[in-house]
C-alpha cells in the first residue's frame, strides 16, 4: 500500500519555463514532508522539505507547496534548467515515528535546452 | 564535512560469496539506514539503526546482515544471495533528533551507493 504517490512518471519542460512536480499522500499522519533529486547511479540528494505547519517554503528557485486539506504537496522550479534533469522523489515521514520515510516513486523531470 | 561514504561503488559477486558493504559519516548523525533500489523504484527501507542499536528490520531476509560498530560506522554483510537482490545500496544517515511538541524536521543524507549485481 503506497502512502506516498507520484503519478507522473515523467515531465518534460523546456528550459526557462516553470517546473512543477506533484505528490499525493493518504496518511494524514504525516507531518514532514521532503523533496529529493537523484542523478543515474548516485545517491538521492536533499533538496527541500517542509513541516504541516507552514503551506509553503522556498529555497531560491525551489519553492514546495503544502496543501493539507487535499493531502496534496507540489515542487516548482523557476526558472528550469538542463541541469535540472534528474528523477525527483517526495517523501514523507511522522513525528511518532520520524525514522521511517515513506518514497514516493519519482517523477523524471528533463529539461530541454 | 555532510558526505555519506559508501564503499565499494561497484560489487560483482556470486551467489555463494560473502561480501560487505561499508558506509561512514563524520556528520556526528546518531542514525543510519540502509535502503535498497531498484531501477525506476523509490529507495525501500531495510534497517535502521538509532544510537548503535538496530530500531527497524523490514522484514529483511537474514541473507543481508547489518552491523554498526560505532556511531560513525555501518556495515552490510552480504551472503548467499540470489540475482534478484541485484539493486543499488544507499546508506543514509540523520540526526535522530524528536521534536517535541511538534514536528519532525528529520532529514536524510544519503551516500552515492553500491551498485550490486549477483551472478
Known amino acids: 500500500d503506497q502512502q506516498v504517490k507520484q503519478n507522473s512518471p515523467s515531465l518534460s519542460v523546456q528550459e526557462g519555463r516553470i517546473s512543477i512536480l506533484n505528490c499525493d499522500y493518504t496518511?494524514?499522519?504525516?507531518?514532514?514532508f521532503l523533496w529529493y533529486k537523484k542523478y543515474p547511479a548516485e545517491g538521492p540528494t536533499f533538496l527541500i522539505s517542509?513541516?504541516?505547519?507552514?503551506d509553503k517554503n522556498e529555497d531560491g528557485r525551489f519553492t514546495v507547496f503544502l496543501n493539507k486539506s487535499a493531502k496534496h504537496l507540489s515542487l516548482h522550479i523557476v526558472p528550469s534548467q538542463p541541469g535540472d534533469s534528474a528523477v525527483y522523489f517526495c517523501?514523507?515521514?511522522?513525528?511518532?515515528?520520524?525514522?521511517?520515510?515513506?518514497f514516493g516513486s519519482g517523477t523524471k523531470l528533463n529539461v530541454k535546452p | 564535512d555532510t558526505e555519506v561514504t559508501q564503499t565499494p561503488k561497484h560489487l560483482v559477486m556470486g551467489m555463494t560469496n560473502k561480501k560487505s558493504l561499508k558506509c561512514e559519516q563524520h556528520?556526528?548523525?546518531?542514525?543510519m539506514y540502509w535502503y535498497k533500489q531498484k531501477a525506476k523504484k523509490p529507495p525501500e527501507l531495510m534497517f535502521v539503526?538509532?544510537?548503535?542499536?538496530?530500531?527497524i528490520n523490514e522484514s529483511v531476509p537474514s541473507r543481508f546482515s547489518p552491523e554498526c560498530p560505532n556511531s560513525s560506522l555501518l556495515n552490510l554483510h552480504l551472503h548467499a544471495l540470489q540475482p534478484e537482490d541485484s539493486a543499488l545500496y544507499l546508506c543514509?544517515?540523520?540526526?535522530?533528533?524528536?521534536?517535541?511538541?511538534?514536528?519532525?524536521?528529520?532529514?536524510?543524507?544519503f551516500g552515492s551507493g553500491t551498485q550490486l549485481s549477483v551472478l
Open positions: 517542509i513541516s504541516s505547519i507552514k
Open positions: 539503526y538509532s544510537y548503535e542499536k538496530l530500531s
Open positions: 517523501a514523507a515521514s511522522r513525528v511518532d515515528n520520524f525514522n521511517k520515510f515513506y
Open positions: 556528520m556526528g548523525h546518531r542514525a
Open positions: 543514509a544517515s540523520s540526526q535522530d533528533r524528536p521534536r517535541l511538541g511538534g514536528p519532525t524536521n528529520e532529514k536524510l543524507f
Open positions: 496518511n494524514s499522519m504525516f507531518d514532514y
